[in-house]
């Protein structure tokens, strides 16, 4: 890789596969195998038929499935990339979900964006200033760094949701991503705002965790109740006598429920509190009460 300030990011086999060309789906077409290089400036495929260079500039969404046709499910997990009404999708030798973080990471990695943090913490709107701050990409975690020196990490599997909004920032109108995650044991909100691509991009990493989050647990009535009295601020060493119930049984609830990521375990004691997920799913269960 020869641009000037460029350096490379990942290097792995893998196979490539366009399926939208000038903004047309393409009839049939197939994997080509080859190797699949990502440096801080462009993704460039190498197959038999030569190079090809992606330039991330021109990189405006990142995702996973794309319905196309049988020829797609050959290969099994792959990343959906679009740029300039095309879409490409690749299949890697290395964990598909490594290389997306490396993709999001080369894409958005020190980029400067504006941030209220906390915008709202424990359901009460704070009064707090919008700052500067870079982001930062990591496995399962976008680091915020603002500028007065607060670091903020919004960890992907703790996102209780995305949504987009219109607010004034620093006396414009623009648009705001609200996070919503857990700071401590704290439900929080930062607000993050920037250049548009830049903030559809980190939406769609956000987005990604949010969607871990939704439902998809099935829980019966007693690991409910376990997780309604957490909720209502009840120590984890309580709940045996709060719920009359037998501290092994207990502890095997909590381990049920940290498989399951809904607990987060805090240390050996069995001391544990709730995720995101656990949140919502006490939430529900309290107000079907």
Not at 73 to 93: I, K, M, Q, R
Request: glycine share 8%; proline share 1%; charged share 30%.
């Amino acid at each position: 890789m020869s641009k000037e300030g460029e350096h490379k990011i990942t290097d792995t086999k893998g196979k490539f596969l366009q399926v939208v060309k000038n903004g047309r789906k393409l009839n049939d077409p197939d994997w080509t195998s080859g190797r699949i290089l990502l440096s801080n400036k462009r993704i460039v495929l190498a197959g038999n038929q030569g190079k090809r260079s992606i330039p991330l500039s021109k990189v405006n969404g990142l995702k996973g499935r794309y319905d196309v046709n049988q020829a797609v499910a050959s290969v099994s997990d792959y990343l959906s990339v679009e740029f300039e009404n095309n879409v490409v999708l690749l299949g890697t030798g290395m964990d598909i979900d490594e290389f997306e973080t490396d993709v999001y990471g080369a894409l958005l990695n020190q980029k400067m964006i504006l941030t209220k943090h906390p915008a709202v913490e424990g359901g009460v709107v704070q009064d707090t200033e919008w700052e500067k701050a870079r982001i930062k990409i990591s496995e399962e975690m976008v680091n915020v760094a603002i500028a007065s020196g607060t670091f903020v990490g919004i960890e992907l599997d703790d996102i209780g949701g995305v949504d987009r909004a219109t607010r004034t920032v620093k006396g414009e109108q623009r648009t705001v991503l609200e996070v919503e995650h857990t700071q401590g044991d704290t439900s929080v909100q930062t607000y993050i705002s920037g250049e548009t691509r830049r903030c559809a991009l980190l939406e769609s990493l956000l987005k990604k965790g949010e969607r871990k989050n939704e439902g998809g647990v099935e829980l019966d009535e007693t690991e409910k109740e376990v997780l309604m009295a957490l909720y209502s601020g009840v120590s984890s060493f309580e709940i045996p006598d709060f719920l009359g119930m037998d501290v092994d049984e207990v502890e095997s609830i909590f381990e049920r429920l940290v498989e399951v990521d809904v607990l987060e375990e805090v240390r050996k004691r069995r001391e544990v509190s709730l995720k995101t997920r656990g949140r919502n799913i006490a939430s529900e269960s309290i107000n079907e009460k």
